[in-house]
């Protein structure tokens, strides 16, 4: 699986995964549970798609206004 997202931001992964979702596109959200094991560290989140999905959903990320938070 490849990062194409990688913030802290919780809206930002919410409508990353609605896009890609509607795109037909599986992904997944790594380290979404860092925070508690390592709590007081801002451990940012990553939006992974596998490597066959990465052009196309940097496309469709690109269309829906995600494009300053691509990797």
Not at 27 to 46: A, H, L, T, Y
């Amino acid at each position: 699986m490849i990062a194409i997202i990688k913030t802290n931001n919780p809206a930002t992964i919410s409508f990353a995964e609605a896009v890609l979702k509607e795109a037909g596109m599986e992904c997944f959200v790594m380290d979404q549970n860092m925070s508690v094991i390592e709590p007081g560290i801002m451990i940012p989140k990553r939006v992974m798609v596998i490597e066959e999905d990465v052009e196309a959903a940097r496309r469709a990320l690109t269309l829906a206004g995600l494009e300053a938070d691509l990797q």
